[in-house]
């Protein structure tokens, strides 16, 4: 079986038939711009493996060579299908750019990229409500109720400084769990970086994406709760 | 995105707002979330042993209207029924009763998931509880 991380190594150039590295942007023979390849995806695109840690600094610099490179001001004369092929790169190479940048949106990426959270998966909620943890589930509503009594203070007329001390205290541990938790992608992140480094069974690498995924969606609740803490607060 | 009226019917008029002793072993908890949203419901069911029909049904969802709206539909159609024709309410029939929009199904899906994990509770409790009496008749034999 071919493994998912494997991307096609060789494309075919389109205008002269020569083949050309998969990565490669121009084809090496006749160094016309190369459309998008069908298969594609932006670790390969920026030239990069599929890694969780990336060092920032080269990502840009790949970031700023393409950019260069394809920019529709070079291909102004062009013939339409080369325009169209840099108009195409450039603007996939600044969704590659963005996502890949930041460290949660490339964990979303990936793990779409590794087929273990599929946007349709998101979208039904399939499955959601087994895999977070039932503690973080009462925590959270705990939390609600708490923040609903904050309102009733406050609408029965309690002082700030009472409301406010209460909603600071609920804060503290999910803040802690916050810190706990970006710890916990960050291990699991590592995992994943190991794995690639030497031969892996399918199923060690569907273990790591499991525990990212569940990581992934236990943040949308820890930042929600945050999120509706700050709100109250600023009232 | 317009709520239809019986959405906004639920969402103002809960019903059966509200929590049920959750140690009474006639009582099965459901507690669910919905991560993309972080949204989160509570639904309890109280059954009653001799005839196996819920009689009481309350819930507390902290989410969106559609998810209260479920949620207070759902302890409504849960009263009177059996637990076997609890598990057969299906996040559809509660989509086409509430006119619900194709974004708003993960809502009806949570109270879905909350029927059905309030349910297995009871089931659970229930047969923990036969267990013990079991234990406890095997522990004194009778003279
Ligand atoms: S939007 Fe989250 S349950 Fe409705």
Known sequence: ?235 | MAYSNKVIDHYENPRNVGSLPKDNPNVGTGLVGAPECGDVMKLQVQVNPETGVIDDAKFKTFGCGSAIASSSLATEWLKGKTVDQALAIKNTDIVTELSLPPVKIHCSVLAEDAIKAAINDYKKKQSVTAKTVAAQEKAQPTV
């Not at chain 1, 050309?20 to 090496?28: E, N």
């Not at chain 1, 460290?103 to 946007?119: D, K, N, S």
């Open chain 1, 1 to 235: 079986m071919i493994s998912e991380t494997t991307a096609p190594t060789i494309q075919e150039c389109r205008w002269c038939g020569a083949g050309a590295p998969a990565d490669a942007s121009f084809c090496p023979q006749c160094t016309k711009i190369l459309p998008l390849p069908r298969r594609r995806d932006y670790f390969t695109f920026l030239g990069v493996p599929r890694r969780l840690n990336i060092d920032p600094a080269d990502l840009e610099q790949r970031f700023r060579d393409r950019s260069r490179q394809f920019h529709p001001d070079y291909f102004y004369n062009a013939p339409l299908a080369e325009r169209r092929a840099s108009l195409e790169r450039s603007s996939y190479l600044n969704d590659a750019y963005r996502t890949l940048k930041q460290p949660i949106a490339r964990i979303a990426y990936l793990l779409e990229l590794e087929g273990a959270l599929t946007p349709a998966d998101k979208a039904a909620g399939a499955g959601a409500t087994k895999v977070v943890p039932p503690g973080l589930l009462e925590e959270v509503f705990a939390l609600n109720e708490e923040l609903d009594e904050v309102r009733d203070l406050r609408s029965g007329g309690a002082s700030k400084d009472e409301w406010t001390a209460r909603l600071q205290r609920a804060r503290q541990p999910i803040e802690d769990k916050r810190a706990e938790h970006e710890r916990r992608i960050a291990e699991v992140s590592r995992q994943w970086d190991a794995l690639l480094g030497r031969p892996a069974g399918d199923a060690e690498r569907a273990g790591v994406l499991q525990a990212l995924g569940e990581l992934m969606l236990e943040r949308n609740y820890i930042t929600n709760l945050l999120a509706g803490i700050e709100r109250e607060l600023s009232q």
